[in-house]
């Protein structure tokens, strides 16, 4: 049983209010549309797609031999989904503008990670593009024989500059997604910086990291059913 089909976002996250905008790159807090879960650029994410992507994650979790049986609140699993959408739709605006067609692309990340089958590779599919992206994007600012974590900070560069030119929303029912020097974070609005990964490449594939970053699962099991997944 999915326990969080349908539930209202905003049900499942009480108490969890940020800015609505990517915090730190200047970008005007405007508002955002009813119905809108984040608006990247001229790319918009529906609520809905947030609760479609919640929904498979969700599901996952009940299948993973790692998190069965481990619950965790709807607002966490929300976020993740979130994240995700986020991130590819900041990789394919930076590929656009670099004219870069990504190798691996999204839908090859996506087949692999289906294959694998585990919560740790769909959460971090996001995250893996978004890196594979920024490497790409790199090693045209930087040149061919710069060093990698040149390459990368140039990536990293090219990104923050553009979530600030674009604009980055968020509804303010979910933390905001910042693009720092070193990881992508979910920004609260009681100043916590909660880290998702380094970008290093072997950070996307360490369990551990990855596990220590889920949320408080005695917390999770005390709520209501349409609001926890698990």
Known sequence: MRSIRRARVAAAVVGVVAGGLLAGCGIADEGIQPGVAAEVGDTTISLD????AAEELCDLRGKDPATKGVPVSGAEVRTRALQTLV????????AEEYDIVPTPTY????????DAGTVQARQTLGLSYFVNVMQAVGREEAGAGAAEEDQLAAGI????????????????????????????????????????????????????????????SAYAATLPESQRCG
Request: net charge negative; glycine share 4%; aromatic share 4%.
């Open 49 to 52: 797609d947030v609760e479609d």
């Open 87 to 94: 991130l590819r739709s900041i990789a394919d605006g930076l």
């Open 107 to 114: 839908a090859s990340l996506e087949a692999a990670a289906d």
């Open 157 to 216: 560069q090219a990104a923050q500059e553009w979530t600030a030119r674009e604009g980055v929303k968020t509804n303010p029912v979910f933390p905001d997604i910042e693009i720092g020097d070193v990881a992508v974070e979910f920004i609260r609005d009681d100043d916590l910086s909660v880290a998702v990964s380094d970008f290093a490449e072997d950070a996307l594939s360490d369990a551990d990291r990855l596990a220590e970053q889920q949320g408080d």
